[in-house]
């Protein structure tokens, strides 16, 4: 039994092992391809990157992070209020609605884009962060909306029915009690979010068309795009890694919410 365990747990190392090498080692390559010079090594590719004429400004960073940050709080409120109503209330045709939700994920959102950029025109929203940020709020909600409602039915209900016996109607419970238990769901809620409009693509580069609009994802692409037939890698990978670093930081300190929040659920309490 020992010896089985031990080959069991070295199995597990191995495997793990492999797998951190297959994940990181883009990451790696990355980091050193962006350091490296033709005289060694040195931070000259990131200084090509921000003051290139092509290169990322100042403007591209807030325009990710206006989008990004849209982006989290808006799904943030409708997963919360939608999972909330599918985990914790009883009515006519919640399962079908939540099926129908989640079937949306079934749909390849590249497919729709160009009925959104119409749609986003006659809103008046089109070539907007804030339409962008509308359209990447939408992708997010059928995962999201799952995610939140697998965290509210592993509430136990007693805490409802306190706080309801105290005289907290449903938005009062839904503030006071069933958030901070909620909490892991909507740290991974949020950092999905975040992660995916930080370095979206495709959808920014239908939906934008104005340079001074452009996310730091669309301002790399243009600098490869605009050196006629001259690309530099070094200062492609340098942008690689800066749009890498606020997602490595934030899965870093916010690792352990993310894991329980996919935990959630998976036992009812």
Same mark, same amino acid.
């Given at each position: 039994?020992?010896?089985?365990?031990?080959?069991?747990?070295?199995?597990?190392?191995?495997?793990?092992?492999?797998?951190?090498?297959?994940?990181?080692?883009?990451? $790696?390559?990355?980091?050193?391809?962006?350091?490296?010079?033709?005289?060694?090594?040195?931070?000259?590719?990131?200084?090509?990157?921000?003051?290139?004429?092509?290169?990322?400004?100042?403007?591209?960073?807030?325009?990710?992070?206006?989008?990004?940050?849209?982006?989290?709080?808006?799904?943030?409120?409708?997963?919360?209020?939608?999972?909330? !109503?599918?985990?914790?209330?009883?009515?006519?045709?919640?399962?079908?609605?939540?099926?129908?939700?989640?079937?949306?994920?079934?749909?390849?959102?590249?497919?729709?884009?160009?009925? $959104?950029?119409?749609?986003?025109?006659?809103?008046?929203?089109?070539?907007?962060?804030?339409?962008?940020?509308?359209?990447? #709020?939408?992708?997010?909600?059928?995962?999201?909306?799952?995610?939140?409602?697998?965290?509210?039915?592993?509430?136990?209900?007693?805490?409802?029915?306190?706080?309801?016996?105290?005289? *907290?109607?449903?938005?009062?419970?839904?503030?006071?009690?069933?958030?901070?238990?909620?909490?892991?769901?909507?740290?991974?809620?949020?950092?999905?979010?975040?992660?995916?409009?930080?370095?979206?693509?495709?959808?920014?580069?239908?939906?934008?068309?104005?340079?001074?609009?452009?996310?730091?994802?669309?301002?790399?692409?243009?600098?490869?795009?605009?050196?006629?037939?001259? #690309?530099?890698?070094? !200062?492609?990978?340098?942008?690689?890694?800066?749009?890498?670093?606020? *997602?490595?930081?934030?899965?870093?300190?916010?690792?352990?919410?993310?894991?329980?929040?996919?935990?959630?659920?998976? #036992?009812?309490?």
């Amino acid at each position: 039994m020992p010896d089985s365990r031990a080959r069991s747990r070295w199995g597990y190392s191995v495997t793990g092992a492999a797998l951190a090498i297959l994940f990181l080692f883009p990451l $790696l390559w990355s980091g050193w391809a962006s350091v490296r010079t033709g005289s060694g090594f040195g931070l000259e590719n990131y200084d090509r990157l921000f003051t290139s004429d092509n290169g990322i400004r100042p403007h591209h960073v807030v325009n990710s992070v206006v989008v990004s940050a849209l982006t989290v709080g808006g799904t943030l409120v409708v997963a919360t209020l939608g999972g909330y !109503a599918f985990g914790r209330f009883r009515f006519p045709g919640r399962d079908l609605l939540f099926l129908l939700t989640l079937a949306i994920l079934m749909v390849p959102y590249a497919t729709i884009l160009i009925a $959104l950029y119409v749609l986003l025109g006659w809103l008046g929203l089109e070539d907007t962060l804030v339409g962008l940020s509308l359209v990447l #709020i939408m992708f997010q909600l059928p995962f999201s909306i799952f995610m939140m409602r697998n965290s509210f039915e592993a509430v136990p209900h007693e805490l409802e029915e306190s706080a309801q016996m105290d005289g *907290c109607a449903s938005f009062g419970t839904l503030v006071r009690i069933m958030l901070p238990a909620v909490r892991p769901g909507l740290v991974t809620v949020g950092l999905f979010a975040f992660l995916t409009s930080w370095s979206e693509f495709f959808a920014p580069l239908i939906l934008l068309n104005s340079t001074d609009r452009f996310t730091t994802t669309l301002a790399v692409v243009n600098m490869r795009t605009a050196s006629h037939g001259s #690309i530099d890698y070094a !200062a492609l990978e340098a942008g690689v890694v800066f749009m890498a670093v606020p *997602c490595l930081v934030l899965f870093a300190f916010m690792q352990r919410s993310y894991v329980r929040g996919f935990t959630s659920g998976a #036992i009812k309490g």
